[in-house]
Every structure is written in structure tokens, then in C-alpha cells.
């Protein structure tokens, strides 16, 4: 009983009747003297002082046990509750605790008492109903001289003592404490309803008028409160747990947060004072030692789950025998039809097999249906599988999986190729996928190590397409890895490329781009080597968006030139539209957007030549996106609605997501913000309407940056911090950085600079973690603007600098001379001339390379202003005459004026005056022309001077 784990228990023990006229009525025998009936009176006060948590369990048994509100008790109230669950999971201790409360409330004056059935002791006989009765009625209080001889009269008095006291007024609560069955309970339940019944068994019961409870685990927090109570009984000064808490949470969790493995756990480290909690866990770890360690101080845990298992087998020896072979998966649940597949029997014998584990407390059943045993019963049930058994199982899991995924598989993709993604098929199909990933995924691990090759290198294949849909990136890493280790394995050059190819693109899904060229250019080996042209027209065609990915630009560009040759020489239309519509993405991104135009509406063309819908929609994306570039916002506009109209018709929602978010920021370009904000928030419905967590984030980031624009930071905050917490979830690393970026931008112009630094710094971790130069500077340049001038013009400078640097790195020169501009600011506004000096020299390196003599002129105005202070005249002189050369030269009349205002004035100041009035008349009239009356007036003034 609880009792020897929890303290003191205030109760009146009265031991079974034993005299000889119950021997000679009953035939009774030793081995049933052992087995006599302990009956104790729980008195008001009592609680135990280990008990933790358990909250719902408690409130729905106190709201049982209350006495009737307002009315008589009804003949159909509930007057029994059964709380059942494995043993060791603190039934015993919930219904005392619970029994406790209500006899300290005064609900139960005609006694609360508590027998011990002894239904799964070691070390007696169950307890029958006929050796309880004289036991009760001496608890109840009733005279030894009025307590009958035999067990039919006892029976009688019992029956009749219990209906007395309900109608003087007097409620009993009677716990039947470890009942085996219901023939064990049936005689001793009360007949009138105004008495209560509590009882704890570790078999599901079907007992008339009574309502179940299966107890489960204990919460995380609840066991360390435990694991903290349990020591502090023995040495209040002990306080381990709160010294090591990381230890102390693995520690429960190695117990499976069973409360009594943690009470043995906590057993140990109590005798053991000085013993570390990290060094039990260690022993813990070993799942073949962990029940052993668990038998600290007498039977343990494998002797609970050992009892309860032979009761069983002698039951159903076929259910007791299922329990081993459901350890081989590696997952954390089964369905069903895999425990078919895995015994090899009928999936309606696999149920009735499953229910009989389930109500030995064996197997637990999970809110979807699914089947699921605790770590503990599983490493007791591991151990009686032998070998052979072992090899069988695992082979027939193995195969029961490939098939399933094949299958699937197939599903997903017809109803893909008949553009009905929401069809029953697909979600058939999708939720089959989401129910089974994580067996799945093992079950890829067990295959590849089992040297299952051929399943492993099959699971690992038809996976790739559910995965990479639904996001789920890391799974997709482990599984490709697996599939490209077993088709090594099995030494087939084809079967390794195409396994390549798949982990090539896992892993640019998940940014990991060097390791994905890796795997193309070895892809590119293989085919070459198999003189396979169309596979390697596929890999070159990835390895440019790979290369995309990594902002090498032109690298893409060549790559996908040659990835459009091929297909071309092939007569691969598809592939020259695909090559081409990657050809134009790249383009843009290097400002070549006339090109980027031509590509994308020759691809498009080949799609509906082709009578692509989709490829014409993807086509159509690129174009919208390239014209938009161009400043042809309202072409741009007509092509993106173009295709968020045919992803309707497809019925395809979820590339109406992303068509309809690139949409929305075309809008905000085009100054309809409105709209622009009603389209993004459309995007990210239609991204939780298709169930894709990843577009979601990406769409909330988009929608923060549009509330952003639009003035409305608060919002902004909410989508973005929504945005972050769903990249989390879902293991999207690269996404959460952006998201924090954002977030981070939303702050600062909040006035909550330090929240923005805060977050701006998780996401510089985040990409460095991840080696995503991009995002890191971005965070640095984000920082950079939110540090204040006055009090951070240091740590401003560095965070400029670490952008710069990076930015240089990656080789996009623009990023790179925009803020090589603000660097060379900050460190001129820190009168660190010649540091600004050499920034804005790099900047206007980046913007002459790049054919941008606007900014050029920018960053040598302010060359000549850095000079000018310097006293370096010449030099000043001669930047400024640089500066107004750029801006005549693209015709930038505005830009010119303000290059003759700052010349003019270096030239004033260098009393070189008639040069001075000459470049000054110049501004006034550029800066007319440009429609600046004010900065022409101030020219004017300072002519007149």
C-alpha cells in the first residue's frame, strides 16, 4: 500500500476474522490465511505528504464523492468509480488522497475505510469478498458479539449495517484498493446509492453503476516535484533537483515519469548523498539496465510489470505473447494494421488482442486511435523476445512500411498530376504520411542498419515527395541519407544517383547548399558514367538553384544556360521550360530583367504549348515577378493575378498561397497597401487551409513587413512573432531568422530598441548557427540601425562593418555598397575620417561595378565631403566634379544639383569665388528643373552671400 511510501497514515487496522467456525465453513487453508482482509479507517486530516499534481483526476473524483446538491440520491446515480492504469502509476496514492479530502470535508460520517484486495501482490493470494466482511463490520464500528459466524450471514450484516446508516444519514466511502476482477468487487459494492465506492486495479473493469478513469503518467513538472518531495523527506537540506534541474528532468524522463520509478530513483539518491543526479542517469541510460537499477530495495518495477504480464498469459496466452513483438518498432506508436502485419495475423485478431493488453494496463491507446506502451514495460517486454523472433518481426515491419509508403506515395502523386491536391485521394494519402512519419523515418534507420537495403532505399524515395511538402526537412536529411546509404550499399550506380539527387535536395531545403552541390556533383559523376542525359539535365538543373540559393548568381546563370542546352540537344521541353523559367529567377536577381523577362515568357510559352497549367502558373510567377523588377508594376500586377486565376481553376491552394502573397507585395509596391495587406492575409488563410506550416511563416513575414510599411507596427509585432514561433516548431531555422529580422525592425521603429537588439541577436545566432551569411547581414545591418548613435556608436560601427564584410563575402554589391554608405556615416560621425573615407571608397567600388551611377555619385559626394574636412582640397574637388559626372551621365538632374551645391561650396570656402558663383548657378538651375524650390532657394542664397 501507499502507506510504506508515503509517511503516516492516520488509520484503525482491524485484521480479518479468523476463528474456526470460518475455517470449518469454508474450508479455508493456510495459503488463504495469508490472504486475510487488512481493513483501515482513513480519519479526517490525513494527506499524504508525496502526493503531487493530478489536479483533473482529483477534481473529477471529489465531484463524484461530494454528497448530492438539492435532491435525494437517484437510483441511477453513479456509486462506483474505477481508476485504473499500470502498476506503479499512483492509483493507490490519487483515490487515498482523494478519500482523505472527503472524509477532512465531513462528507462520509459513517466512516471512510480502505481494503487492500491484494489482487497483484507478490507475495499472497487475492483477497475474496467472504474474508472482508467481519473486517468492514469491526471497522464500521459494529460490536464483535453482533458480527455473525458465517460468511452468508456475514454478508447479510454487512449489507444491512451499510443501509442503516443511509438512512440515519451516515455515508460510507469504501476504497477496494488493487481489485483483480469483478468477481472479487461484486458482493462487497454497497446497495444503497448514498455510499461511495473508489477502486484501483490495474485491469479496465466493467463494473454495474460505475464510472473508469485510466490514470496515466504524471506530467513533467509534477515528477520533479516528486523526485524534490521524495528527498526532501529523507534530508530537508537535500535540494538536488532545484541545484540540477536539467539532470533532475532527464532523470523523471528515464523513469517515464512512472511516480514509482521515480520514488525508487529518488530511494537511491537519497541514501546516496553525494552522488551526482547526472551519474543514476547514466545508469538509466542503458535501457537493458534500467529496469534492474529500478529494483533498488526489494521488487522493483520489472517485478510490477512481470506480475501483471503472467496474469495475463495465463488469460490469453496470445495477447501476453503480441506484447514483445510490438518493441521491435522504433517508433513511439503503432496503428493497428502494422500490429497485424507485425504478428502476422488479421487485423480484427490484432484488436481483440490489443483490447486485452489495453485493459491489463499493458498498452495504452493515444487520443488518435494509435497504440503506444511505456518506455518501462517495453524494455521488461524487449527482453522476452528471443533473436529469431527478433529477425522475423523486424523483417515483416520492415516490408509492411515500404509498402505502405510506396503506396502512399503513388496517391500522392496521381492526384498531384491530376492537379486535384485537395482531392479525398491526397488527404488520404497526406494523412496517412502524417499519422506514420516518425515510425517511418526509424523504421528508414532499422531497414538501413538491418541491412534491409532495398525497403530502406524504397522508403527512403517515395518519402522525398511528402516530405519535402509538408516541411518536415530534418526527416527528410535522415531518411535521403539512409536511401543513399543502402543504395551504396547494394552497389548500383542508378538506384545512387537518384538517392543523391534526393538528399541533394534535402539538403538545399534546409540550407545546407555546399553539402547539396556535393551530392549534385557527384550526381553529375554517376550519370555521366551511366551516360544518362535526361538525369543529368534533372541534377544540373537543381545544382543552379542551389546555386541561386547561395546568392551565386552568376554561377546559376551559367549553369542553367547549360541545363537549357542539354534539354534543347534532348528535345526535353519540359526541361527547357523549367531551365528557362530558372534562367529568368537568376537573371532578375542580377538586374538583367529584360532578359529575365524573355526567359520567363518563352517558358511560359513551351508550358502551353506543353498544356502545363502548372509550369504555365509557375511561368507566369517568374514573369510577374521579373516585370515588377523592371518597374512595369502594372504588367507585373496583370501576370501574378494571371496566375493566382489559373491556380484557382487547378484547384492547386496551395500555389494559389504563394502566387497570391507575391501579389500582395507587388500591391504594396504599386502603393495599394490596402489591397496588399488584404492579399497577404488571403495568403496566409490559404497556407493554413493547405496545412503547410512553413508558407504560413513565410506569409506572416510578409504580412509583418506590409503592416510594417503601412504604420502599423503593432500588428506587425503579432504576424512576425507568430511567424517566429511557427519556424521554430517546425524546425525551419532559416525562416525564424528572417522572421526575427523583421521583428526586430517592427521594434525599433516601436521605440523598444532593446526588445529589437534582443531579437535582432537571435536571429545573427540563428544564421550563424545555420551558416546563413544572408540573414547574419541582415541582423548585423539591422542592429547597426537600432543601436543608438549616442550611447552605441562603437558596437554601430562593428555591426556595419561584420555586414559589410559579410555581404562582400557573398558577393551581392549592392547590399555591400549600401552599407559600406552607412558605415562610412557612423564612423564620420565618430571622426574616424580616414575609416569613412576608405568605406564610401568601397561603396562607390561596389556601385560602379554594378552600373549604378546614381548611388556611385552618392558615395563620392560624400568622398569629397570626408576630403573636404581633411582639408584635402584637391581631392575634395575632384570627387565632387566625379559625383556631378554620374549624375549628368544618367540624366539625374536632382542628383546633379545637389553634386553642384556641395562643389560649390567647397569652392566658396577655397575662395575660389567666380568658380564658386559658376557651379552654384548650375544647382540653382538643376534643382529648378528638378521642381526643388527650396534647395534652389538656398543655392540662391548662398550665391547672393
Known amino acids: 500500500m501507499i502507506r510504506g511510501l508515503a509517511g503516516a497514515i492516520a488509520v484503525e487496522s482491524v485484521a480479518g476474522d479468523l476463528n474456526i467456525n470460518n475455517f470449518a465453513n469454508h474450508n479455508t487453508t493456510a495459503s488463504e490465511l495469508e490472504s486475510a482482509a487488512v481493513v483501515e479507517r482513513v480519519d479526517p486530516g490525513w494527506a499524504s505528504r508525496l502526493f503531487v499534481g493530478r489536479v483533473v483526476e482529483v477534481d473529477r473524483l471529489i465531484d463524484f464523492l461530494a454528497p448530492p446538491r438539492g435532491r435525494q440520491q437517484g437510483a441511477d446515480a453513479l456509486v462506483v468509480s474505477a481508476v485504473s492504469g499500470m502498476g506503479g502509476i499512483g492509483k493507490t496514492a490519487l483515490v487515498l488522497h482523494c478519500a482523505s479530502m472527503a472524509a477532512e470535508r465531513g462528507w462520509f460520517s459513517g466512516g471512510v475505510l480502505s481494503v487492500n484486495l491484494r489482487g497483484y501482490d507478490l507475495a499472497s493470494r487475492p483477497v475474496h469478498s467472504n474474508r472482508v466482511y467481519s473486517s468492514i463490520l469491526r471497522a464500521l464500528r459494529v460490536p464483535a458479539d453482533d458480527i455473525p459466524a458465517t460468511v452468508d450471514e456475514q454478508a447479510t450484516a454487512y449489507h444491512l449495517h451499510l443501509d442503516q446508516l443511509a438512512e440515519q444519514g451516515e455515508r460510507v466511502l469504501l476504497v477496494l484498493d488493487n481489485a483483480i476482477d469483478v468477481a472479487q468487487l461484486r458482493d462487497l459494492l454497497p446497495h444503497n446509492h448514498a455510499h461511495r465506492t473508489l477502486v484501483t486495479t490495474r485491469d479496465v473493469l466493467d463494473l454495474p453503476g460505475g464510472s473508469r478513469m485510466i490514470l496515466g503518467v ?93 496474469r495475463l498469459s495465463k488469460r490469453n496466452k496470445d495477447a501476453a505473447l503480441l506484447l514483445p513483438l510490438l518493441t521491435v518498432n522504433p517508433g513511439p506508436d503503432l496503428s493497428s494494421e502494422a ?72 496517391r500522392l502523386r496521381a492526384s498531384e498530376d491530376r492537379k486535384i491536391e485537395r482531392s479525398a485521394d491526397y488527404k488520404a494519402a497526406s494523412d496517412e504520411f502524417n499519422a506514420e512519419r516518425p515510425n517511418l523515418v526509424a523504421v528508414a534507420e532499422l531497414a538501413c542498419s538491418s541491412r534491409c537495403h532495398q525497403q530502406a532505399y524504397s522508403i527512403g524515395i517515395n518519402l522525398a515527395r511528402y516530405l519535402s511538402r509538408f516541411r518536415h526537412l530534418n526527416d527528410w536529411v535522415v531518411t535521403a541519407k539512409c536511401a543513399v546509404n543502402s543504395s551504396s550499399a547494394l552497389g548500383r550506380f542508378a538506384m545512387v544517383a537518384s538517392a543523391k539527387n534526393n538528399l541533394g535536395l534535402a539538403l538545399r531545403e534546409s540550407r545546407n547548399f555546399e553539402e547539396a552541390i556535393e551530392n549534385f556533383e557527384h550526381c553529375l559523376i554517376l550519370y555521366g558514367i551511366l551516360n544518362d542525359r535526361d538525369g543529368k539535365s534533372t541534377v544540373i538543373c537543381n545544382l543552379g538553384i542551389t546555386l541561386f540559393d547561395l546568392r551565386r548568381f552568376d554561377s546559376a546563370i551559367v549553369v542553367h544556360q547549360r541545363a537549357l542546352e542539354l534539354c534543347r540537344e534532348l528535345n526535353d521541353r519540359d526541361g527547357e521550360a523549367m531551365a528557362l523559367h530558372n534562367l529568368g529567377l537568376a537573371l532578375k536577381e542580377v538586374r538583367r530583367f529584360d532578359e529575365a523577362i524573355i526567359a520567363h515568357q518563352q517558358a511560359k510559352e513551351i508550358f502551353q504549348d506543353l498544356g502545363s497549367r502548372r509550369g504555365t502558373r509557375a511561368a507566369l510567377g517568374g514573369l510577374g515577378l521579373a516585370l515588377r523588377e523592371a518597374g512595369r508594376t502594372a504588367d507585373a500586377l496583370a501576370a501574378l493575378q494571371s496566375a493566382v486565376d489559373l491556380c484557382q481553376d487547378l484547384n492547386d491552394r496551395h500555389s494559389e498561397a504563394m502566387a497570391t502573397d507575391d501579389l500582395g507585395a507587388t500591391l504594396r509596391i504599386a502603393g495599394r497597401n490596402e489591397e496588399g495587406l488584404s492579399v497577404h492575409r488571403r495568403a496566409v488563410d490559404l497556407f493554413l487551409e493547405t496545412e503547410d506550416a512553413h508558407g504560413e511563416a513565410k506569409a506572416l513575414a510578409n504580412l509583418g513587413v506590409a503592416l510594417i510599411e503601412n504604420g502599423q507596427e503593432d500588428e506587425a509585432v503579432v504576424a512576425l512573432e507568430r511567424a517566429c514561433i511557427i519556424s521554430r516548431t517546425i524546425g525551419d531555422r532559416y525562416n525564424e531568422a528572417l522572421a526575427f529580422n523583421n521583428l526586430g525592425v517592427a521594434l525599433r521603429k516601436l521605440d523598444r530598441a532593446d526588445e529589437a537588439v534582443a531579437v535582432l541577436e537571435q536571429a545573427r545566432d540563428i544564421s550563424q548557427t545555420i551558416g546563413d551569411k544572408y540573414n547574419e547581414a541582415l541582423a548585423w545591418t539591422n542592429i ?66 554594378l552600373g549604378d551611377r546614381c548611388h556611385e555619385g552618392e558615395s563620392l559626394n560624400n568622398i ?32 546633379e544639383g545637389r553634386a553642384w551645391r556641395v562643389l560649390g561650396q567647397a569652392l566658396w570656402d577655397s575662395n575660389r569665388r567666380e568658380e564658386a558663383k559658376q557651379v552654384l548657378r548650375m544647382a540653382v538651375t538643376a534643382f529648378e528643373e528638378s521642381n526643388d524650390r527650396e534647395r534652389a532657394t538656398e543655392a540662391k542664397e548662398l550665391l547672393q552671400s
Open 218 to 310: 504524471l506530467s513533467e513538472r509534477d515528477a520533479v516535484e516528486l523526485l524534490n518531495k521524495s528527498l526532501y523527506t529523507v534530508n530537508p537540506r537535500d535540494t538536488r533537483p532545484i541545484t540540477e534541474p536539467v539532470a533532475a528532468w532527464r532523470l523523471i524522463n528515464l523513469c517515464g515519469l512512472l511516480p514509482l520509478a521515480v520514488k525508487i530513483a529518488a530511494a537511491i539518491l537519497g541514501d546516496e548523498p553525494d552522488r551526482e543526479i547526472d551519474s543514476l542517469c547514466e545508469e538509466l541510460d542503458d535501457t537493458s539496465e534500467r529496469l534492474p537499477v529500478l529494483e533498488y530495495g526489494g521488487p522493483g518495477i520489472a517485478a510490477v510489470i512481470e506480475l501483471s504480464h503472467e
Open 339 to 410: 500490429v497485424a502485419a507485425l504478428a502476422e495475423v488479421t487485423l480484427t485478431t490484432a484488436a481483440i488482442r490489443l483490447r486485452t493488453l489495453r485493459s491489463a494496463s499493458l498498452v495504452q491507446r493515444t487520443p488518435s486511435g494509435r497504440w503506444q506502451l511505456h518506455d518501462l514495460v517495453a524494455a521488461h517486454a524487449r527482453k522476452k523476445l528471443n533473436p529469431r523472433e527478433n529477425e522475423v518481426a523486424i523483417s515483416r515491419l520492415i516490408s509492411y512500411y515500404a509498402e505502405l509508403t510506396e503506396r502512399a506515395d503513388k
Open 784 to 849: 547597426g540601425y537600432t543601436l543608438s548613435e549616442s550611447k552605441h556608436e562603437n558596437e554601430r560601427i562593428v555591426a556595419f562593418r561584420n555586414a559589410c564584410s559579410l555581404f562582400g563575402k557573398l558577393g551581392d554589391r549592392r547590399s555591400e555598397g549600401a552599407i559600406s554608405m552607412d558605415l562610412g556615416e557612423a564612423l564620420a560621425k565618430a571622426g574616424r575620417e580616414l575609416e569613412a573615407c576608405a568605406a564610401f571608397e568601397v561603396s562607390c567600388d561596389c556601385y560602379r561595378a
Open 864 to 895: 569629397g565631403v570626408i576630403f573636404w574636412r581633411m582639408r584635402r582640397v584637391d581631392e575634395a574637388l575632384q570627387a565632387f566634379q566625379n559625383a556631378c559626372a554620374c549624375y549628368q551621365e544618367i540624366g539625374d538632374r536632382h542628383g
